[in-house]
């Protein structure tokens, strides 16, 4: 049974860097054809990738936030992160890690974390 | 980037209705479609992928049907935990997008 959950702070000041952490289990994160990703879902809106780090540590980012994000992978802890810095308050959001498989879609999610910017 | 647009944004039904949610990009997508279902407090969870391929577990009252930039979701005989937001998704081409969903409420 794959499972995926995130953790980290719920609180992070305007300015800082945003760090969360997904720890996966049931399977290998270095398994290959799996993209692992991160996803956020502003309060009552649509879903927004941000980007995934490939199985053999390859990253990609969504256009929109390269410039902030940074997601790594800790292969022998079975967990990959996600670092967004300089934040705003328009980045509270719930934000998700997900596994994008093989079949081209995310089939496994983590239960996700709120996440809110304090000024 | 591949814009995903789903019509009705809501939509009010009743228990045992049949319906269906629309979902058009902004380009050709292939078969790269995949549908969620997320209900209040929880992770989307993944009901359709590759447009018309049932994922597991999932009731087969879903269905899912299109290629290139159109594509429906049906659900045939509505059921009491149907109730919920639907979203779209394409993995044609990074950036992965979504659609603004539909949400889907009893009447």
């Known amino acids: 049974q794959v499972q995926l959950q995130e953790s980290g702070p719920g609180l992070v000041k305007a300015s800082q860097t945003l760090s969360l952490t997904c720890t996966v289990s049931g399977t290998s994160i270095i398994s290959g054809g799996h993209y692992w990703s991160w996803i956020r879902q502003h309060p009552g809106k649509g879903l927004e990738w941000l980007g995934y780090i490939y199985y053999s540590g390859s990253p990609y980012y969504n256009p929109s936030l390269k410039s902030r994000l940074t997601i790594s992978m800790d292969t022998s802890k079975t967990q990959f992160s996600l670092r967004l810095s300089s934040v705003t308050a328009a980045d509270t959001a719930v934000y998700y890690c997900?596994?994008?498989?093989?079949?081209?879609?995310?089939?496994?999610w983590g239960q996700g974390i709120l996440v809110s910017v304090s000024s | 980037d591949i814009q995903m647009t789903q019509s009705p944004s809501s939509l009010s039904a009743s228990v045992g209705d049949r319906l269906t949610i629309t979902c058009r990009a902004s380009q050709t997508i292939t078969s790269y479609l995949n549908w969620y279902q997320q209900k209040p407090g929880q992770a989307p969870k993944l009901l359709i992928y590759?447009?018309?391929s049932l994922h597991s577990a999932v009731p087969s009252r879903f269905s899912g049907s299109g290629s290139g930039t159109d594509f429906t979701l049906t659900i045939s005989s509505l059921q009491p935990e149907d109730f919920a937001t639907y979203f779209c998704?394409?993995?044609?081409?990074?950036?992965?997008?979504f659609g603004q969903g539909t949400k889907v409420e009893v009447k």
């Open positions: 590759a447009a018309s």
């Open positions: 998704q394409q993995s044609y081409t990074t950036p992965w997008t």
């Open positions: 997900a596994r994008h498989s093989s079949n081209w879609c995310f089939d496994y």
